[in-house]
C-alpha cells in the first residue's frame, strides 16, 4: 500500500482524491501497488467534504508520518508551498505538485534536492492542465533538437477570447463567465495579464532546450487592451485573436514572448477554443507535433497529477535524472531584437495624409478593410516583419502628426 497526502484541497487538491478515489482498481492495477489518500491538508474548514474524516490542519500529521511516501502539493503559490515541498524532499517524499508558480521560480533547486534525497519532484500538472506534454517533453521526444514552442497556455484568457469573438461580450463580462466557471486564478491577474501563460512556457522551454529559463526574463503581454473592435477586424482578415506564448532556439540563445497574436485560420491554433490548450512542439526529427486537450479544470488537472503518482509507484526506488541545466549567463534575447510583424489601428484626421505617412514610416504595409462604416476614420493595416525596435521606431514617428489622432491598437500577428 502506498501512502499519500494531499496538500490543499482546493479546486485541484479535492479532484486528485474524487479520482483516486473513483479509479482506484484500475489505478492500482496499473500502477502495481494500491493507493490511498491518508491525510489532507488544509487550514480551511470542510463541514460538508466527502472526505471529512482524512482532512487535518496540522502538518506534523503529514510530515511525521512515515507511512505516508507521495505529497501532493495542490496549494498553490510560491511561499507555504515552497517551504512544504523543501520539507517533503527533504524527508524522502516524493512530490507531485500542479504549481506552476513554484516549478518557474525555484523549479532548479526543487529538482536538485530531490535528487539528492533519491525521490522525485514531478509537476506534469503545471502546464496545459490535462495534456500530457511534460513527460512528451522529456522522454518522448528526447531523440530531437527541439526549436521552438508555440502553445496556448491559459485555459481562463482563451475562454475569454472565445466568448468576446463567439457572444460578441466585452472582456469583463466575458472574465466574470470563466470566474464563474471555475477556470480563473484566485486572482485573475495571473491569467489576463499573461503571467500564468509565462510561467508554463518558461517551465515547457526549460526542459526542451535542457537549460533552466527564468519567466522573469520572458516579455510577457496580456489580453487586456484586446477590444471587440479588434476582434472583427480579425474577422475580416480570416484570422483568430489568441493569447500566445512561444519559445524559440537559435543557435545558444533562446527568444520568448508571451503575447496576444492575430492568427490565420489555417494555422492549428486558430481553432482551438474555450478553455482548450494546445501546444505545438518544433523538433528536427519529428517536424511539428501538437498536444491538445483540456488546460483547465479540475479533473483534467487531476488527472495528470494523478498520472505522476502512478509514475512514482511504477518506479518506487529510482529518481528521475536532471530535467534541465541552469546557466549562469542570461541567454534570452531582448524583444527589440526580434522580428514580427504588426497588425495596427489608427484614429485618423485624414485618412489619406496617414496612409502616405504610414507608407513612408513602415515601407509596404497590407491595409485592411475596416469591418464596417463604424470605422470610416481608422486606417488598419499589417506592417512587414522587421525588428521590434524598427516597428516601434516607425509608429513612435506617427504619433503627433496632423494626420493621426491615436494609436487604437497593436497586435502581433504570429507567422510561425
Ligand atoms: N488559470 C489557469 C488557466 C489554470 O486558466 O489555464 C490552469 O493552469
Known sequence: MINVAVLGYGVVG??????????????????????????I??????????????????????????????VVETIGGARIAYEFTKRALKLGKHVVTS???????????????????????????????????????????????????????????????????????????????????????????????????????????????????????????????ITLADMQYAEVMDSAIKLVAMSEKKGDRIFARVSPAIVGKDHPLATVEDVFNAIVVKGDAIGDAMFYGRGAGKLPTASAVVA??????????????????????????????????????????????????????FGRVTLVNPPNSGFADELAFITGKDKEKQLKLALESLKGTGSVREVAGVIRVLDE
Open 14 to 39: 479535492s479532484g486528485v482524491v474524487e479520482v483516486i478515489k473513483k479509479n482506484c482498481s484500475s489505478i492500482s492495477r496499473r500502477a502495481g501497488d494500491d493507493i490511498a489518500v491518508k491525510k
Open 308 to 361: 505522476d503518482i502512478i509514475d512514482i509507484v511504477k518506479h518506487i526506488d529510482n529518481s528521475v535524472p536532471n530535467v534541465w541545466n541552469v546557466r549562469e549567463t542570461n541567454n534570452m534575447v531582448d524583444i527589440n531584437d526580434t522580428e514580427t510583424g504588426y497588425f495596427i489601428r489608427l484614429k485618423t484626421r485624414n485618412r489619406e495624409e496617414a496612409e502616405k505617412l504610414v507608407n513612408r514610416a
Open 99 to 225: 504549481n506552476k508558480e513554484l516549478v518557474a521560480t525555484h523549479g532548479p533547486e526543487l529538482l536538485r534536492l530531490a535528487r539528492e534525497n533519491g525521490v522525485n519532484y514531478l509537476f506534469e500538472a503545471s502546464v496545459g492542465g490535462g495534456i500530457p506534454i511534460i513527460r512528451p517533453l522529456n522522454q518522448c521526444l528526447a531523440a530531437n533538437e527541439i526549436h521552438g514552442i508555440t502553445g496556448i497556455l491559459n485555459g481562463t484568457t482563451n475562454y475569454i477570447l472565445t466568448q468576446m469573438k463567439r457572444e460578441g461580450k466585452d472582456f469583463s463580462e466575458a472574465l466574470k463567465g470563466a470566474q464563474q466557471n471555475g477556470y480563473a486564478e484566485a486572482d485573475p491577474t495571473a491569467d489576463i495579464e499573461g503571467h500564468d501563460a509565462c510561467r508554463k512556457i518558461a517551465i515547457l522551454s526549460s526542459i526542451a532546450y535542457n537549460e533552466f529559463v527564468d519567466y522573469n526574463n520572458i516579455y510577457t503581454e496580456g489580453i487586456t487592451r
Open 41 to 70: 491538508l488544509d487550514i480551511r474548514d470542510f463541514d460538508d467534504a466527502p472526505d471529512k474524516e482524512l482532512l487535518t490542519k496540522n502538518a506534523e500529521d503529514v510530515f511525521g508520518d512515515e507511512s505516508i511516501s507521495i
